[in-house]
């Protein structure tokens, strides 16, 4: 199964102290959670904040892929990837995101 991006995922990391991102590269199940990670490494998305940091954890062991951002308001997003779309993924992190930053702007 393919994933055909759109053309502007609209990620914005503004309000992401860190994301991390762990899977087995070897398991049928990590595509949607690679394809969520290449979203992060767009330009874009990228350039919203350079003092996120996200880290690729790549083990051997079977282990469902799992994705854990933490907010700069130290709340945090774990999904676990195994049972999620790309599309999901980016639907509930986009989704959080803007409700933060709207609670910014009030």
Not at 67 to 79: N, Q, V, Y
Not at 87 to 92: F, G, I, P, S, Y
């Amino acid at each position: 199964m393919s994933y055909v991006f759109p053309k502007k995922a609209g990620v914005s990391l503004k309000q992401v102290k860190t994301v991390l991102v762990t899977f087995c590269p070897f398991e049928f199940n990590v595509q949607s959670t690679r394809n969520f990670l290449q979203c992060l490494f767009e330009k874009k998305a990228y350039k919203s904040n350079l003092s996120c940091n996200v880290k690729t954890e790549v083990k051997h062991d079977g282990s469902e892929p799992v994705i854990d951002i933490t907010f700069a308001d130290g709340e945090r997003l774990i999904m676990k990837g195994a049972s999620l779309t790309t599309k999901e993924m980016l639907d509930a992190f986009n989704s959080r995101c803007q409700k933060k930053e709207s609670a910014l702007a009030e």
